[in-house]
């Protein structure tokens, strides 16, 4: 079956530029999280979604990071302002219930480059 | 604070022969625990976790992994190694209770040798 895919794949913005990163889980997949992976690093946690709720966004590293869910399934990320250190891949994953037993399934990533 | 440790950025194994990518975590309360493996340009991928019971857990393509309390630690484990197995390999604790936060370290790098 489909898996979670992100859109678009790879984004290069300019300084100052505003982004908007898309994610689409698994259909029915109540629970949602975005992930930042800069070069060489695991991914850290930005913010998670139970339905359209957004439940922990203690991730986002500042408040031009902006993330929703309005109708409980595709969620988009957005950056405003971009800044160079915001150049990293952008990890969205989805999970079956709000139940932490269950794994996570991740898309393939948008790789965001500012120049 | 909660954390992970892969003490080895890299670890090189012949083809045939096991493998250990070692784990060991602080976590507050009683962690699950997962591995995922990342290859190039590809989302990561879940292999196994360990919720709760067996201190053995088997998972994806012949991998399993030990969970040890005392030791506050994960190790995956694979008893032959695949050249196909050259990836990038994270374990990642999550606090049960909390919002399913994964915890990820900066993982470690498999390359098996033909």
């Known amino acids: 079956g489909a898996g979670v895919s992100q859109s678009p794949r790879y984004k290069v913005a300019k300084r100052g530029q505003d982004v908007a990163l898309r994610c689409d889980p698994i259909?029915?997949?109540?629970?949602l999280f975005w992930y930042q992976q800069a070069l060489g690093q695991g991914p850290e946690f930005l913010t998670y979604f139970q339905n359209e709720a957004q439940l922990d966004k203690s991730g986002l590293p500042s408040d031009r990071f902006f993330a929703e869910r309005p109708e409980g399934s595709v969620s988009t990320l957005k950056i405003q302002r971009t800044q160079q250190e915001d150049s990293a891949v952008y990890l969205c994953a989805s999970s079956t219930t709000g139940t932490s037993t269950h794994e996570q399934y991740f898309g393939p990533g948008t790789r965001l480059t500012v120049t | 604070a909660q954390s992970v440790a892969q003490p080895e950025d890299q670890v090189n194994v012949a083809e045939g022969n096991p493998l250990t990518v070692k784990c060991t975590y602080s976590v507050s309360g009683n962690p699950y625990l997962f591995w995922y493996v990342q290859y190039p340009n590809r989302g990561l991928q879940f292999l196994l976790k360990?919720?709760?019971?067996?201190?053995l857990v088997k998972g994806s393509y012949g991998f399993e992994a030990e969970f040890n309390k005392s030791q506050t630690s994960f190790h995956l484990k694979k008893p032959s190694a695949l050249v196909s197995d050259s990836a990038l390999y994270f374990c990642?604790?999550?606090?049960?209770?909390?919002?399913?936060?994964?915890?990820f370290g900066a993982g470690t790098r498999l390359a098996v040798h033909p």
């Open positions: 259909s029915g997949h109540v629970s």
């Open positions: 990642a604790p999550l606090r049960a209770g909390g919002y399913n936060k994964l915890i």
């Open positions: 360990y919720i709760t019971g067996d201190n």
